[in-house]
């Protein structure tokens, strides 16, 4: 049997936080269930610095974070790209140019100055499901303090995140969001989340043919493209709907169970 690998995205994809849907629905627990039972494995891939407690509940045999910044596989730390004090201190500057509202965050800790204000909490609320303060959170720091591997970065307006942007560009890869909740994700120059899961495919020894990825943003573009079967949620942007090889039902109406009954012959529950 040839080994199969899929890389999941968590919010819009797993889960739906805006919506209510906190948890993976139960057919798509079922379905990675009986996928990693036919001896396939599957990924996580995320922007996420963190992995929430609402997929755990999964046993997933590795975790992309930070978009390619962070790999873990199997236990093993093959990736974990933190950012030089200066790196740091060079965005602080730009972000207090541009009246940027910072969150610096690794697998060692999160550090943010602005937990009450109004963006934040609106993040808060977005990405957690709850705009209660967060406990554990360095609030008082300098550069040297920080041992981050990624920052989201809110801001007002459109205008003042693409200034910011194009001061930090040479440096940095950075993915900007521009409507709704203006942000961006800030990591080294390096990998990307695409290019972290044709990493870990080709590490494992799993033939392109047997790749498979599913995502919901435009930081999902180049996952989808770099395996073989690119498959958008049906609540996925434009942009990705675009470049996928195909298009699920959205994740509240269990996108990736649909996908793997078609594709793998798993029976629902």
């Keep these: 049997m040839d080994t199969k690998i899929a890389f999941f995205d968590i919010d819009g994809t797993l889960v739906n936080v805006p919506h209510g849907l906190m948890h993976p629905t139960q057919e798509t627990i079922h379905a990675l269930v009986e996928f990693k039972a036919m001896g396939h494995k599957i990924v996580i891939a995320t922007a996420r610095g963190e992995v929430p407690q609402s997929v755990q509940d999964i046993t997933f045999d ?4 930070n978009d390619g910044h962070y790999i873990r596989y199997g236990g093993e730390i093959l990736i974990d790209e933190l950012f030089s004090e200066q790196q740091i201190q060079r965005q602080l500057d730009v972000y207090e140019k541009y009246h940027g509202r910072s969150m610096f965050n690794s697998r060692l800790g999160e550090w943010c100055a602005f937990l009450d204000d109004e963006l934040v909490i609106k993040h808060r609320e977005m990405f957690r ?9 360095h609030e008082h720091f300098t550069a040297k303090d920080i041992q981050a591997i990624s920052c989201c970065v809110l801001f007002d307006t459109a205008d003042e995140l693409w200034a910011a942007y194009h001061e930090l560009e040479d440096d940095f890869t950075m993915i900007p969001y521009d409507t709704e909740l203006i942000r961006m994700d ?3 120059k390096g990998f990307t989340k695409g290019t972290a899961c044709q990493y870990l495919y080709q590490k494992l020894g799993i033939d392109y043919e047997n790749t498979y990825a599913f995502g919901d943003g435009v930081n999902d573009v180049e996952m989808l493209q770099l395996v073989k079967h690119g498959i ?4 996925a942007v434009d942009e990705l709907k675009r470049v996928a090889s195909e298009i ?6 269990n996108g990736i169970a649909v996908a793997f009954y078609k594709h793998f012959g798993i029976k629902g529950e």
């Excluded at 590795?62 to 974070?65: H, L, N, T, V």
């Excluded at 958008?232 to 609540?235: E, F, I, P």
Aim: hydrophobic residues 25%.
């Design 248 to 253: 699920t039902s959205s994740v509240d109406d």
């Design 62 to 65: 590795g975790y992309i974070c």
């Design 232 to 235: 958008a949620m049906g609540n």
């Design 129 to 137: 499901g709850t705009s209660e303060r967060p406990i554990g959170v």
């Design 186 to 188: 800030v990591y080294c």
